[in-house]
């Protein structure tokens, strides 16, 4: 089976996802090739790190372009799992998803990643079967429950598996990981899915409208603890280059800038586990 891991944005645990998909099918007695898309050679450097220190992978890293995603396209063994890390824009992306049976598309439950994700998806879905799954997730925070109901709401076709935010995988840089967490449930969903490869084919149906991420925010402020609180007055210092970034940002949605920061605070706050006051 061939697998793409993709996402138009960076920072979602795509090489991760690809070395811990590998390491579990080689763990289960198959095999498995991870095919290095990405120009930014992560899963080539993950490789070479675990080599000089913790012993090698136990399966091979290959650097990959478009000729190398058009032979696989064109045939592969059916006994050996190809797992492509994909970069993130351009003709490469578009071969990887051409290549593969089935699209991975990593996100973590931040509204500029759901944007990211569902374009992704819906472009990959025309060709190929996807379906998100979301990495990096906090299941007590407003934010994770938010990125629940979106998804819900939109139907979007994603993994049961769920990869949590932990130190564990954040180490894993570099290593050979013996400790494979959920993943093992992913490769699970993702070798039920192999079976039943042939009846996914041609049944491209378009997602919805993503919800823009101005309606994401709009809707955290309407559900937010303090929507209907009476507010106060806050000085606050932030350097240059943020204001810049939060006036763009701002502007680019069509929102008020005070409420794009409080946003931001509460879903930090609600990382942080930070508590209401009395």
Do not use: C
């Amino acid at each position: 089976m061939r697998i793409a891991i993709a996402n138009a944005k960076g920072g979602v645990a795509k090489t991760t996802s690809s070395i811990y998909i590998a390491s579990v099918i080689v763990s289960r007695g198959g095999r498995a090739v991870v095919y290095d898309a990405d120009p930014q050679s992560s899963a080539s450097l993950w490789a070479s790190a675990a080599e000089q220190t913790a012993g090698p992978l136990t399966f091979d890293v290959l650097p990959a372009n478009q000729a190398t995603l058009r032979q696989l396209a064109a045939g592969s063994d059916p006994d050996e799992w190809a797992i492509i890390d994909a970069p993130p824009q351009g003709p490469t992306l578009d071969m990887a998803i051409k290549a593969a049976d089935f699209v991975i598309v990593p996100a973590s439950d931040s509204p500029m990643d759901l944007q990211q994700a569902w374009s992704t998806l819906d472009m990959a879905r025309m060709s190929t079967p996807a379906a998100l799954l979301l990495v990096k997730a906090e299941r007590s925070t407003k934010a994770f429950h938010d990125t629940m109901d979106a998804l819900n709401a939109m139907d979007t076709p994603r993994f049961d598996t769920i990869v949590p935010k932990a130190q564990s995988y954040k180490r894993s840089l570099g290593t050979n990981p013996h400790q494979l967490g959920e993943y093992r449930d992913l490769v699970t969903e993702l070798q039920q899915i192999a079976g039943k490869q042939e009846t996914m084919q041609g049944n491209y149906q378009p997602l919805a409208r993503p919800v823009p991420f101005d309606d994401v925010l709009r809707q955290q402020n309407k559900t937010s603890k303090t929507a209907d609180e009476p507010l106060v007055m806050l000085s606050l210092r932030i350097p240059v280059s943020l204001k810049t970034r939060l006036k763009t940002t701002a502007a680019a949605h069509d929102l008020p800038m005070q409420q794009l920061l409080r946003a931001a605070i509460e879903r930090e706050l609600d990382r942080l586990g930070g508590d209401d006051e009395p």
